[in-house]
């Protein structure tokens, strides 16, 4: 499938888009307060795909992981109690 961007040629690989136009995006979002949603709104990205490995087991992890700073502040916080 090629990019979703007009005058990109490249071939799209996450959310509809090529790796630089990925990136153009990630930058912008972080730079500007557009989201994924107004972008996928605009036609200029599509929903990320929901795959079983990879993305979503990082996401877990993460979460796994955020799941235990929470523990570990909420312990300290008991304990200075
Ligand atoms: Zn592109």
Same mark, same amino acid.
């Given at each position: ?13 996450i ?7 990925y ?36 996401? $877990? !992890? +993460?979460? &796994? *992981? /955020?799941?235990? $700073? !929470? +523990?570990? &502040? *909420? /312990? ?6």
């Amino acid at each position: 499938m090629k990019c979703l961007i007009d005058g990109c040629n490249a071939s799209g690989k996450i959310r509809g888009l090529c790796p630089i136009c990925y990136q153009a995006a990630v930058a912008s979002i972080k730079k500007t307060c557009i989201t994924w949603g107004y972008l996928e709104d605009a036609g200029l990205a599509d929903k990320p795909q929901h795959k079983p490995s990879g993305h979503g087991a990082f996401t $877990k !992890a +993460l979460r &796994k *992981l /955020n799941d235990n $700073k !929470a +523990l570990h &502040k *909420l /312990n300290r916080e008991e304990g200075d109690l």
